[in-house]
Protein backbone atom coordinates (compact mmCIF):
# COMPACT_ATOMS: atom_id res chain seq x y z
CA UNK A 1 0.00 0.00 0.00
CA UNK A 2 1.42 3.61 -0.75
CA UNK A 3 1.89 5.77 1.73
CA UNK A 4 2.83 9.89 1.77
CA UNK A 5 3.47 12.12 4.07
CA UNK A 6 0.60 15.16 4.05
CA UNK A 7 0.19 17.95 6.87
CA UNK A 8 -2.88 17.83 8.68
CA UNK A 9 -4.43 20.76 10.18
CA UNK A 10 -6.11 19.99 13.38
CA UNK A 11 -8.86 21.96 15.16
CA UNK A 12 -12.31 23.64 14.05
CA UNK A 13 -12.11 24.33 10.47
CA UNK A 14 -13.17 27.52 9.76
CA UNK A 15 -13.88 28.36 5.89
CA UNK A 16 -15.12 31.49 3.85
CA UNK A 17 -15.86 30.84 0.63
CA UNK A 18 -16.49 35.06 -0.77
CA UNK A 19 -20.01 36.02 -1.85
CA UNK A 20 -19.18 36.92 -5.58
CA UNK A 21 -21.15 36.97 -9.17
CA UNK A 22 -18.94 33.72 -9.80
CA UNK A 23 -16.88 30.86 -7.95
CA UNK A 24 -13.32 32.71 -8.03
CA UNK A 25 -12.48 32.58 -4.54
CA UNK A 26 -10.98 29.42 -2.76
CA UNK A 27 -12.30 28.33 1.09
CA UNK A 28 -9.54 29.30 3.48
CA UNK A 29 -8.74 26.85 6.73
CA UNK A 30 -7.72 28.52 9.81
CA UNK A 31 -6.44 26.30 12.33
CA UNK A 32 -4.78 25.98 15.65
CA UNK A 33 -1.96 23.30 16.22
CA UNK A 34 -0.55 21.15 13.47
CA UNK A 35 -0.05 17.13 13.32
CA UNK A 36 1.50 14.78 10.82
CA UNK A 37 -0.22 11.76 10.52
CA UNK A 38 0.09 8.90 7.26
CA UNK A 39 -2.35 9.55 4.80
CA UNK A 40 -3.12 6.62 2.60
CA UNK A 41 -4.54 6.41 -0.99
CA UNK A 42 -8.20 5.65 0.03
CA UNK A 43 -9.40 3.02 -1.45
CA UNK A 44 -12.72 4.57 -3.05
CA UNK A 45 -11.05 7.66 -4.56
CA UNK A 46 -8.46 8.29 -7.78
CA UNK A 47 -4.90 9.30 -7.25
CA UNK A 48 -4.10 12.60 -6.40
CA UNK A 49 -2.35 15.01 -9.02
CA UNK A 50 -0.09 17.58 -7.30
CA UNK A 51 1.74 20.24 -9.16
CA UNK A 52 4.01 22.35 -7.53
CA UNK A 53 5.47 25.27 -10.01
CA UNK A 54 8.21 28.00 -9.44
CA UNK A 55 6.03 31.77 -9.80
CA UNK A 56 4.07 34.01 -8.52
CA UNK A 57 0.03 34.38 -9.28
CA UNK A 58 0.46 31.20 -11.52
CA UNK A 59 -2.43 30.01 -13.51
CA UNK A 60 -3.44 26.16 -14.34
CA UNK A 61 -5.66 25.31 -17.02
CA UNK A 62 -6.88 21.29 -16.70
CA UNK A 63 -9.01 19.52 -18.96
CA UNK A 64 -10.95 16.07 -19.29
CA UNK A 65 -12.12 14.97 -23.23
CA UNK A 66 -13.55 18.80 -23.98
CA UNK A 67 -14.20 19.85 -20.27
CA UNK A 68 -12.13 22.35 -18.95
CA UNK A 69 -11.97 21.19 -14.91
CA UNK A 70 -10.37 24.28 -13.42
CA UNK A 71 -12.28 26.86 -15.60
CA UNK A 72 -12.30 28.33 -18.73
CA UNK A 73 -8.97 29.26 -20.33
CA UNK A 74 -6.62 29.75 -19.18
CA UNK A 75 -7.67 28.22 -15.89
CA UNK A 76 -7.69 29.74 -12.19
CA UNK A 77 -5.37 30.77 -9.78
CA UNK A 78 -2.82 28.22 -8.52
CA UNK A 79 -2.87 28.25 -4.46
CA UNK A 80 -0.23 29.91 -2.40
CA UNK A 81 2.41 26.84 -1.80
CA UNK A 82 3.33 27.02 1.79
CA UNK A 83 5.45 23.23 1.55
CA UNK A 84 7.97 24.67 -0.47
CA UNK A 85 7.91 28.78 0.83
CA UNK A 86 7.66 32.17 -1.24
CA UNK A 87 7.57 32.44 -4.62
CA UNK A 88 5.85 28.56 -5.42
CA UNK A 89 2.33 27.81 -6.20
CA UNK A 90 0.39 24.52 -5.97
CA UNK A 91 -2.25 23.09 -7.13
CA UNK A 92 -4.09 19.23 -6.23
CA UNK A 93 -7.07 17.35 -7.46
CA UNK A 94 -7.97 13.85 -7.23
CA UNK A 95 -10.33 13.96 -10.29
CA UNK A 96 -9.13 12.18 -13.54
CA UNK A 97 -7.58 14.66 -16.02
CA UNK A 98 -6.23 14.50 -19.64
CA UNK A 99 -3.40 17.05 -19.44
CA UNK A 100 -2.79 20.63 -18.36
CA UNK A 101 -0.78 23.81 -19.07
CA UNK A 102 0.85 26.03 -16.53
CA UNK A 103 0.61 29.59 -17.16
CA UNK A 104 1.44 33.16 -16.15
CA UNK A 105 -0.30 35.75 -14.45
CA UNK A 106 -1.48 37.26 -17.66
CA UNK A 107 -3.12 34.04 -18.96
CA UNK A 108 0.53 33.36 -21.29
CA UNK A 109 1.70 29.71 -21.70
CA UNK A 110 4.55 28.82 -19.48
CA UNK A 111 4.26 25.46 -20.28
CA UNK A 112 3.01 23.22 -23.97
CA UNK A 113 0.16 20.55 -23.41
CA UNK A 114 1.19 18.30 -20.45
CA UNK A 115 -0.48 14.86 -20.75
CA UNK A 116 2.10 12.58 -19.28
CA UNK A 117 1.05 14.30 -15.77
CA UNK A 118 -2.27 12.83 -14.81
CA UNK A 119 -1.08 11.19 -11.22
CA UNK A 120 1.45 11.90 -9.10
CA UNK A 121 3.05 14.86 -7.56
CA UNK A 122 5.78 16.62 -9.49
CA UNK A 123 7.91 19.85 -8.98
CA UNK A 124 7.72 22.81 -12.45
CA UNK A 125 10.30 25.39 -12.15
CA UNK A 126 12.70 26.85 -14.81
CA UNK A 127 10.97 25.57 -17.62
CA UNK A 128 12.16 22.07 -16.41
CA UNK A 129 9.94 19.71 -15.04
CA UNK A 130 11.12 16.89 -12.23
CA UNK A 131 9.47 14.15 -9.97
CA UNK A 132 11.85 15.34 -7.32
CA UNK A 133 11.82 18.02 -4.97
CA UNK A 134 14.26 20.54 -5.85
CA UNK A 135 14.57 21.46 -2.03
CA UNK A 136 15.36 18.11 -1.19
CA UNK A 137 13.44 15.73 0.81
CA UNK A 138 11.67 17.33 3.96
CA UNK A 139 11.29 15.00 7.39
CA UNK A 140 7.81 16.24 8.76
CA UNK A 141 7.35 16.82 12.65
CA UNK A 142 7.39 13.22 14.73
CA UNK A 143 3.57 12.28 15.53
CA UNK A 144 2.97 11.48 19.27
CA UNK A 145 3.58 8.24 19.51
CA UNK A 146 -0.26 7.93 19.87
CA UNK A 147 -1.03 8.99 16.69
CA UNK A 148 1.03 6.40 14.78
CA UNK A 149 -1.56 3.86 13.09
CA UNK A 150 0.25 0.19 14.34
CA UNK A 151 1.73 -1.89 11.99
CA UNK A 152 1.03 -6.02 11.61
CA UNK A 153 4.57 -6.24 12.94
CA UNK A 154 3.50 -5.00 16.13
CA UNK A 155 3.44 -8.28 18.39
CA UNK A 156 0.01 -7.42 20.84
CA UNK A 157 0.54 -8.58 24.52
CA UNK A 158 -2.02 -11.79 25.16
CA UNK A 159 -4.34 -9.00 27.80
CA UNK A 160 -4.96 -7.41 24.88
CA UNK A 161 -6.38 -7.34 20.96
CA UNK A 162 -3.81 -6.45 18.51
CA UNK A 163 -4.12 -2.68 17.49
CA UNK A 164 -4.37 -2.83 13.80
CA UNK A 165 -7.16 -5.34 14.38
CA UNK A 166 -10.99 -3.67 13.14
CA UNK A 167 -12.65 -3.53 16.07
CA UNK A 168 -15.83 -1.61 14.77
CA UNK A 169 -16.87 0.47 12.01
CA UNK A 170 -16.92 4.45 11.57
CA UNK A 171 -20.19 5.94 9.87
CA UNK A 172 -21.55 9.31 9.20
CA UNK A 173 -24.80 9.63 11.40
CA UNK A 174 -25.68 13.20 9.73
CA UNK A 175 -25.23 15.98 8.06
CA UNK A 176 -26.62 19.68 8.87
CA UNK A 177 -28.03 21.02 6.67
CA UNK A 178 -29.62 17.98 5.03
CA UNK A 179 -28.91 17.35 1.24
CA UNK A 180 -30.81 19.49 -1.01
CA UNK A 181 -31.32 22.41 1.73
CA UNK A 182 -31.64 25.88 0.28
CA UNK A 183 -29.29 28.31 1.55
CA UNK A 184 -29.13 31.69 1.69
CA UNK A 185 -26.40 33.88 -0.89
CA UNK A 186 -24.52 36.44 1.39
CA UNK A 187 -25.36 34.58 4.78
CA UNK A 188 -22.87 31.75 6.48
CA UNK A 189 -23.47 27.90 6.39
CA UNK A 190 -21.72 25.78 8.53
CA UNK A 191 -22.06 22.27 7.55
CA UNK A 192 -21.92 20.44 11.08
CA UNK A 193 -21.27 16.69 10.55
CA UNK A 194 -22.09 13.67 13.20
CA UNK A 195 -19.65 10.50 12.85
CA UNK A 196 -19.19 8.30 15.12
CA UNK A 197 -15.97 5.47 15.21
CA UNK A 198 -15.07 2.41 17.26
CA UNK A 199 -12.08 1.89 15.28
CA UNK A 200 -9.01 1.23 17.17
CA UNK A 201 -8.69 4.92 19.20
CA UNK A 202 -12.03 6.48 17.91
CA UNK A 203 -10.39 9.33 16.07
CA UNK A 204 -12.08 10.96 12.71
CA UNK A 205 -10.51 12.98 10.44
CA UNK A 206 -12.58 15.04 8.39
CA UNK A 207 -11.95 16.26 4.82
CA UNK A 208 -14.20 18.60 2.54
CA UNK A 209 -14.07 18.74 -1.15
CA UNK A 210 -16.21 21.66 -2.75
CA UNK A 211 -17.39 21.94 -5.98
CA UNK A 212 -19.53 25.80 -6.75
CA UNK A 213 -21.27 25.39 -9.94
CA UNK A 214 -18.78 22.38 -11.33
CA UNK A 215 -15.85 23.66 -10.35
CA UNK A 216 -13.38 22.37 -7.20
CA UNK A 217 -12.73 24.67 -4.58
CA UNK A 218 -11.50 24.87 -1.24
CA UNK A 219 -8.49 22.99 0.71
CA UNK A 220 -8.10 19.28 0.69
CA UNK A 221 -6.71 18.19 2.80
CA UNK A 222 -7.75 15.46 6.29
CA UNK A 223 -8.00 17.23 9.73
CA UNK A 224 -8.83 16.09 13.05
CA UNK A 225 -12.10 16.65 14.98
CA UNK A 226 -13.03 19.13 12.29
CA UNK A 227 -16.68 18.32 11.86
CA UNK A 228 -18.09 21.83 10.91
CA UNK A 229 -17.13 23.76 7.44
CA UNK A 230 -18.21 26.95 7.02
CA UNK A 231 -18.53 29.31 4.17
CA UNK A 232 -20.61 31.95 2.91
CA UNK A 233 -22.24 31.04 -0.51
CA UNK A 234 -22.88 33.45 -3.55
CA UNK A 235 -25.76 34.55 -5.41
CA UNK A 236 -27.15 31.66 -7.88
CA UNK A 237 -24.57 29.24 -6.94
CA UNK A 238 -25.10 25.24 -7.04
CA UNK A 239 -22.35 23.83 -4.10
CA UNK A 240 -21.70 19.94 -4.37
CA UNK A 241 -19.86 19.14 -1.14
CA UNK A 242 -18.20 15.75 -0.72
CA UNK A 243 -17.57 14.59 3.46
CA UNK A 244 -14.98 12.38 4.13
CA UNK A 245 -14.98 10.80 7.47
CA UNK A 246 -11.87 9.06 8.09
CA UNK A 247 -10.91 6.32 11.02
CA UNK A 248 -7.57 6.25 12.72
CA UNK A 249 -6.34 2.32 11.40
CA UNK A 250 -3.45 1.80 8.87
CA UNK A 251 -6.25 1.35 6.24
CA UNK A 252 -7.52 4.47 6.89
CA UNK A 253 -10.97 3.21 6.50
CA UNK A 254 -12.84 5.72 5.11
CA UNK A 255 -17.21 6.79 4.47
CA UNK A 256 -18.58 9.50 2.54
CA UNK A 257 -21.75 11.44 1.66
CA UNK A 258 -22.70 13.66 -0.85
CA UNK A 259 -24.46 16.70 -0.35
CA UNK A 260 -25.80 19.50 -2.86
CA UNK A 261 -27.01 23.36 -2.09
CA UNK A 262 -28.43 25.83 -3.91
CA UNK A 263 -28.14 29.63 -3.05
CA UNK A 264 -31.46 31.62 -3.20
CA UNK A 265 -31.56 35.36 -3.32
CA UNK A 266 -28.72 38.06 -3.39
CA UNK A 267 -26.47 39.17 -1.19
CA UNK A 268 -27.08 41.91 1.24
CA UNK A 269 -31.09 40.93 1.00
CA UNK A 270 -33.27 39.96 4.01
CA UNK A 271 -37.17 38.81 3.36
CA UNK A 272 -39.55 39.85 5.88
CA UNK A 273 -42.47 38.16 6.26
CA UNK A 274 -46.07 40.59 5.87
CA UNK A 275 -47.27 41.97 8.57
CA UNK A 276 -50.49 40.01 10.14
CA UNK A 277 -53.50 42.13 11.01
CA UNK A 278 -56.80 42.17 11.64
CA UNK A 279 -57.48 42.82 7.99
CA UNK A 280 -55.54 40.40 5.80
CA UNK A 281 -52.87 42.45 3.61
CA UNK A 282 -52.10 40.75 0.05
CA UNK A 283 -48.79 42.39 0.02
CA UNK A 284 -45.73 41.91 2.16
CA UNK A 285 -43.84 44.95 3.49
CA UNK A 286 -40.99 45.92 2.15
CA UNK A 287 -37.79 44.47 2.45
CA UNK A 288 -34.55 46.29 4.37
CA UNK A 289 -31.21 46.87 2.86
CA UNK A 290 -28.79 46.02 5.40
CA UNK A 291 -25.72 48.16 5.65
CA UNK A 292 -22.91 45.58 5.58
CA UNK A 293 -22.47 41.61 4.42
CA UNK A 294 -22.81 40.59 8.46
CA UNK A 295 -22.52 43.35 11.00
CA UNK A 296 -20.75 46.37 10.34
CA UNK A 297 -18.22 47.72 7.91
CA UNK A 298 -18.37 51.62 9.17
CA UNK A 299 -14.75 50.98 10.87
CA UNK A 300 -12.76 49.24 8.18
CA UNK A 301 -10.94 51.75 5.89
CA UNK A 302 -8.94 49.88 2.59
CA UNK A 303 -6.08 51.69 1.00
CA UNK A 304 -4.32 51.21 -2.02
CA UNK A 305 -1.07 51.64 -2.88
CA UNK A 306 0.77 51.29 -6.50
CA UNK A 307 2.98 53.26 -8.79
CA UNK A 308 0.18 55.38 -10.83
CA UNK A 309 2.43 55.58 -14.19
CA UNK A 310 4.25 52.59 -15.84
CA UNK A 311 5.26 50.83 -19.37
CA UNK A 312 3.87 47.80 -20.99
CA UNK A 313 5.29 44.85 -19.65
CA UNK A 314 6.86 46.08 -16.43
CA UNK A 315 6.03 44.68 -13.48
CA UNK A 316 4.16 46.24 -10.77
CA UNK A 317 3.99 45.80 -7.04
CA UNK A 318 0.04 46.76 -5.62
CA UNK A 319 0.15 46.82 -1.83
CA UNK A 320 -3.08 47.15 0.40
CA UNK A 321 -3.36 48.48 4.09
CA UNK A 322 -6.37 48.22 6.19
CA UNK A 323 -7.85 49.99 9.46
CA UNK A 324 -10.28 48.43 11.38
CA UNK A 325 -12.31 45.61 10.82
CA UNK A 326 -11.22 42.06 12.34
CA UNK A 327 -8.22 39.82 11.07
CA UNK A 328 -7.86 37.80 9.12
CA UNK A 329 -8.61 39.40 5.81
CA UNK A 330 -8.67 38.56 2.41
CA UNK A 331 -8.05 40.52 -0.72
CA UNK A 332 -8.61 41.15 -4.46
CA UNK A 333 -6.89 43.35 -6.87
CA UNK A 334 -9.09 44.43 -9.88
CA UNK A 335 -7.96 46.56 -12.85
CA UNK A 336 -10.44 48.00 -15.22
CA UNK A 337 -10.03 49.36 -18.46
CA UNK A 338 -13.22 50.75 -20.40
CA UNK A 339 -15.73 47.52 -19.77
CA UNK A 340 -13.22 45.14 -19.70
CA UNK A 341 -12.53 44.17 -15.97
CA UNK A 342 -9.43 41.94 -15.06
CA UNK A 343 -9.17 40.21 -11.25
CA UNK A 344 -5.14 40.45 -11.04
CA UNK A 345 -5.03 38.19 -7.62
CA UNK A 346 -8.44 36.86 -6.09
CA UNK A 347 -9.28 36.31 -2.78
CA UNK A 348 -6.09 35.37 -0.79
CA UNK A 349 -4.42 36.54 2.36
CA UNK A 350 -1.89 38.05 0.59
CA UNK A 351 -1.79 41.88 1.08
CA UNK A 352 0.71 42.45 -1.86
CA UNK A 353 -0.14 41.30 -5.47
CA UNK A 354 2.17 41.82 -9.14
CA UNK A 355 0.41 43.14 -12.20
CA UNK A 356 2.41 43.55 -15.31
CA UNK A 357 0.04 45.29 -17.37
CA UNK A 358 0.21 44.18 -21.68
CA UNK A 359 -1.26 46.75 -23.38
CA UNK A 360 -1.33 50.74 -22.81
CA UNK A 361 -4.05 52.69 -21.65
CA UNK A 362 -5.59 54.20 -18.45
CA UNK A 363 -6.65 51.55 -15.98
CA UNK A 364 -9.24 51.42 -12.43
CA UNK A 365 -7.42 49.71 -10.18
CA UNK A 366 -9.27 48.51 -6.64
CA UNK A 367 -8.61 46.31 -3.87
CA UNK A 368 -11.51 44.30 -2.12
CA UNK A 369 -10.94 43.44 1.12
CA UNK A 370 -13.10 40.92 3.87
CA UNK A 371 -12.49 40.37 7.34
CA UNK A 372 -13.36 37.37 9.28
CA UNK A 373 -16.88 39.11 10.40
CA UNK A 374 -17.51 38.48 6.37
CA UNK A 375 -17.71 42.49 6.01
CA UNK A 376 -16.97 43.76 2.56
CA UNK A 377 -14.67 47.04 1.74
CA UNK A 378 -13.39 48.43 -1.59
CA UNK A 379 -10.26 50.83 -1.88
CA UNK A 380 -10.94 54.49 -3.46
CA UNK A 381 -9.80 54.14 -7.43
CA UNK A 382 -6.45 54.55 -8.22
CA UNK A 383 -5.99 55.70 -11.79
CA UNK A 384 -2.78 53.69 -13.54
CA UNK A 385 -1.54 54.88 -16.88
CA UNK A 386 0.28 52.04 -19.12
CA UNK A 387 2.37 53.81 -21.47
CA UNK A 388 3.94 52.62 -24.77
CA UNK A 389 7.78 52.87 -25.97
CA UNK A 390 8.76 56.01 -26.67
CA UNK A 391 11.72 57.83 -28.43
CA UNK A 392 13.73 61.36 -29.05
CA UNK A 393 16.19 62.87 -30.53
CA UNK A 394 18.42 64.37 -28.44
CA UNK A 395 21.57 64.97 -30.64
CA UNK A 396 22.17 67.09 -33.06
CA UNK A 397 20.71 69.85 -31.16
CA UNK A 398 21.20 72.53 -33.87
CA UNK A 399 19.34 72.03 -36.77
CA UNK A 400 22.06 73.08 -39.17
CA UNK A 401 25.38 71.49 -39.75
CA UNK A 402 28.60 72.24 -42.23
CA UNK A 403 28.87 69.96 -45.68
CA UNK A 404 31.47 66.94 -45.11
CA UNK A 405 30.97 67.75 -40.90
CA UNK A 406 30.01 64.90 -39.06
CA UNK A 407 26.68 64.89 -37.33
CA UNK A 408 25.99 62.16 -34.27
CA UNK A 409 23.14 61.44 -33.82
CA UNK A 410 21.83 60.30 -30.09
CA UNK A 411 17.87 58.38 -29.48
CA UNK A 412 17.10 57.95 -25.88
CA UNK A 413 13.89 56.18 -25.26
CA UNK A 414 11.70 56.06 -22.12
CA UNK A 415 8.62 53.33 -20.92
CA UNK A 416 11.10 50.49 -22.62
CA UNK A 417 10.24 46.74 -22.05
CA UNK A 418 13.36 45.26 -21.76
CA UNK A 419 16.11 45.77 -24.73
CA UNK A 420 15.55 48.75 -27.14
CA UNK A 421 16.39 48.21 -30.31
CA UNK A 422 17.02 51.29 -33.06
CA UNK A 423 17.52 52.05 -37.04
CA UNK A 424 18.35 55.29 -38.34
CA UNK A 425 17.72 56.60 -41.77
CA UNK A 426 18.38 59.87 -43.57
CA UNK A 427 16.76 61.45 -46.27
CA UNK A 428 17.18 64.25 -48.93
CA UNK A 429 14.88 65.40 -51.26
CA UNK A 430 12.74 61.93 -49.96
CA UNK A 431 15.74 60.16 -50.90
CA UNK A 432 17.52 57.81 -48.61
CA UNK A 433 20.92 58.36 -48.56
CA UNK A 434 22.34 57.05 -45.44
CA UNK A 435 21.29 54.55 -43.14
CA UNK A 436 21.71 51.36 -40.91
CA UNK A 437 20.84 48.15 -42.60
CA UNK A 438 19.33 46.27 -39.73
CA UNK A 439 18.17 46.93 -36.01
CA UNK A 440 20.71 47.41 -33.55
CA UNK A 441 21.18 48.41 -29.97
CA UNK A 442 23.33 51.56 -30.75
CA UNK A 443 21.62 54.70 -29.20
CA UNK A 444 23.95 56.46 -31.35
CA UNK A 445 24.92 56.98 -35.02
CA UNK A 446 27.24 59.31 -36.75
CA UNK A 447 26.89 60.39 -40.58
CA UNK A 448 28.60 62.96 -42.97
CA UNK A 449 26.65 64.55 -45.02
CA UNK A 450 28.11 65.31 -48.76
CA UNK A 451 25.60 67.52 -50.43
CA UNK A 452 24.13 70.66 -49.63
CA UNK A 453 19.97 70.81 -48.68
CA UNK A 454 17.57 70.02 -46.19
CA UNK A 455 17.57 66.60 -44.65
CA UNK A 456 14.95 64.55 -42.77
CA UNK A 457 16.78 62.16 -40.09
CA UNK A 458 14.18 59.29 -38.63
CA UNK A 459 15.04 57.57 -35.54
CA UNK A 460 13.21 53.68 -35.04
CA UNK A 461 12.88 52.20 -31.59
CA UNK A 462 11.12 48.63 -30.55
CA UNK A 463 11.48 46.65 -27.93
CA UNK A 464 9.63 43.53 -27.15
CA UNK A 465 5.84 45.45 -26.39
CA UNK A 466 5.80 48.26 -28.90
CA UNK A 467 7.53 50.18 -31.41
CA UNK A 468 8.21 54.32 -31.70
CA UNK A 469 9.60 56.78 -34.07
CA UNK A 470 11.32 60.05 -33.97
CA UNK A 471 12.37 62.00 -36.88
CA UNK A 472 14.05 65.97 -37.47
CA UNK A 473 12.56 66.55 -40.74
CA UNK A 474 14.14 69.69 -41.42
CA UNK A 475 18.19 69.60 -40.95
CA UNK A 476 19.85 71.94 -43.09
CA UNK A 477 23.33 71.11 -44.55
CA UNK A 478 25.55 74.64 -45.38
Known amino acids: MRKNWKKILCGALISTMVASSVCSSNPKAFANTVEYVSEVTQNNAEATLTIHAKGDGLKIYVWKGETPLNGKWPGNAMSADSTMGSGWC ?87 PEDKAEITAGEKVTIKVDATSDINDGKIYYKYEVKCNGEFVGDHYYMVDANTYTFTPASGMTYDITVYAQAHDEDN ?74 A ?109 KNYGTSKTFTWKPTKKGTYTIIVYAKDKKSKATAKISKFTVK
Not at 297 to 317: P, Q
Open 90 to 176: MFETSEAIDGLIICDSNGNKLTDDVKDKTSGEYWYADGKWSDKNPNGDVTPTKAPENTKAPTESDTPTSTSTPATSKTGDIKINSVT
Open 253 to 326: TTVTKKLTYKSTGKVGEVTQAPTVTDEPKTTATATPKPTGTTGTKSDMVVNLDVKKTTSIGKKLTLKAEVYGGS
Open 328 to 436: PYLYRFVAKKGSDEKVICDYDEADTCTWTPSAKGTYSVTVDVIDANNNEVSSDVVKVTVKPLAVKITSPSKKTAKLKSKVKVVAKTSYAYGTVKYKYVVKLNGKVVAKT
